[in-house]
């Protein structure tokens, strides 16, 4: 199956062919694969489709839809429950409604053994905050699709700058690749342009985490 | 940006462009529901601008497009854009509202989607609590009350698993070095059931207690706890009695 007949059979609207499908691609491949190579292509096609003016938004709502539940019926929950590998916390920018790269995240953590909390797209830094004060994550990982929400990416990084104990900051999304993140990097965050190298971060972490209790 | 004469009081965001898409006039609707600029693509926002610049030329405008503007506070709407080219280039541009039973839809989807990851994260607390709550019964559910110098009685609550004992394990090991107590007695009375692992390591902190130099009792034992105790098929270092009662007499 290619990216681009899933993304027909999202705007067709039919969600147990589209799961169908998947779980049977989900047999020989990999969760982070079926992510990178099927469902963000199909849906990066699908925004293509409206740009073309073959599509309207509310086909591209449906097929969000049947995407969403496509990830919610395939994600693996029971890895997390095993292992406390640490603690991450998701969310997106102010103004901003995407959040199906939240969702493929937070499954990728899950799948490494990570407690996850998404607070989904849209969540005012005051509210993250007062997340971020009570949940203490490891980690806090922001995701921009659209380049307009990155100015914003100073303010999230000072305020989390003060938490104790200070977070990581992953930083991903659409937007990372449309534009130069070379000051929020200065500031100590990690810009992470795909799900392969938010898989190989965590990776590297894990080892680093093992080399570090093997010293002491 | 002129208002022009004709059209402005028209109920309708409506515009006049040149070629480059420049504001040449528009109605007054128009200023009131998107943000200031005197280019039409600076009203959109920003997925939708290199849209508008491919589709509103004369060679493609037959259909409506959609596109989305942003409001004077950033919120984007979604509209119809139709437009009509006129000879001396300038195109006539009428942006209708998509209708508003669509965007009523739309809205309750975005808060139902909102309100269930509200509560799978509310549940995920719930659960976490839950955890804590269930940690603290097992830490709870073997207590080590010193009966005299050298006696300690550990009564064993509920189901005895392998998380169970993994959790009281370290705690009756330290009580009973600390104590300095000779004589361990566990009392199995409350003790609901105890599965293969919960066995296993309950034989290993008898064990443990042994190499220690404890002498181990084991009293209140249930016909079902005897019988998986002999299928452990092991040599338990302890002596059995029926009640508490007789334990406690024959020490004396």
């Known amino acids: 199956m290619t990216s681009d007949e899933l993304a027909d059979i ?15 691609y989900l047999k020989t491949h990999t969760r982070k694969e079926l992510f990178q190579e099927l469902l963000t292509p199909a849906m990066y096609r699908i925004g293509q489709l409206w740009q073309e003016n073959v599509i309207s938004v509310a086909d591209e709502h449906l097929a969000t839809a049947i995407c969403d539940f496509v990830i919610s019926a395939t994600d693996n929950r029971s890895q997390a429950e095993k292992e406390a590998a640490g603690k991450v916390m998701i969310m997106g920018f102010e103004g901003e409604d995407h959040y199906l790269g939240l969702k493929m995240v937070a499954c990728v953590f899950r799948e490494h053994g990570w407690v996850v909390y998404d607070m989904g797209p849209n969540l005012p830094l005051v509210h993250a905050m007062d997340a971020a004060e009570q949940l203490k994550p490891d980690v806090i990982g922001l ?19 003060i938490l104790d104990p200070k977070p ?24 992470l342009e795909s799900l392969e190298t938010l898989q190989n971060w965590i990776r590297s972490r894990k080892e680093r985490n093992h080399e570090t209790s093997a010293s002491l | 940006m002129k208002q022009a004469h004709h059209f402005e009081d028209w109920p309708l965001p409506i515009f006049q462009l040149d070629r480059e898409l420049t504001i040449l006039a528009s109605s007054k609707l128009a200023s009131s529901l998107f943000k200031e600029s005197a280019v039409f693509t600076g009203l959109l926002e920003e997925g939708s601008r290199q849209k508008a610049v491919e589709f509103l030329n004369p060679a493609r405008s037959f259909q409506p497009i959609e596109l989305t503007f942003l409001s ?10 139709h437009t009509k080219w006129e000879s001396d280039g300038i195109a006539n541009v009428i942006a209708v509202p998509k209708d508003r039973h669509y965007n009523r839809v739309f809205d309750q989807l975005t808060h139902l989607r909102k309100r269930l990851n509200e509560t799978n994260y509310d549940l995920l607390l719930e659960k976490e609590r839950a955890d804590e709550l269930l940690q603290n019964v097992r830490e709870l559910s073997a207590p080590c009350i010193k009966l005299d110098q050298k006696r300690l009685l550990i009564p ?3 189901l005895i698993d392998q998380q169970k004992m993994e959790t009281v394990r370290p705690r009756i090991l330290e009580n009973v070095y600390r104590q300095d107590g000779q004589i361990v007695i566990f009392d199995l009375t409350a003790m609901d059931d105890i599965d293969n692992e919960g066995l296993t390591q309950l034989n290993a902190l008898i064990q443990s207690l042994s190499i220690m130099g404890i002498t181990i009792s084991i009293t209140g034992i249930h016909p079902r706890h005897a019988k998986r105790l002999h299928e452990l098929n092991a040599v338990i270092y302890a002596t059995f009695a029926v009640s508490l009662q007789d334990v406690l007499l024959n020490e004396h």
């Open chain 1, 10 to 24: 999202f705007l067709s609207g039919d969600d147990y062919y589209a799961l169908r499908k998947v779980r049977y």
């Open chain 1, 143 to 161: 995701s921009a699709a659209l380049v307009s929400r990155l100015p914003l990416v100073k303010s999230y990084m000072d305020a989390f700058g």
């Open chain 1, 168 to 191: 990581a900051v992953l930083i991903g999304g659409r937007a990372v690749t449309l534009a130069d993140l070379s000051d929020a990097k200065a500031e100590g965050a990690v810009v």
């Open chain 2, 72 to 81: 004077p506070l950033d919120e984007p709407t979604v509209m119809d854009v």
């Open chain 2, 156 to 158: 064993l609550f509920g």
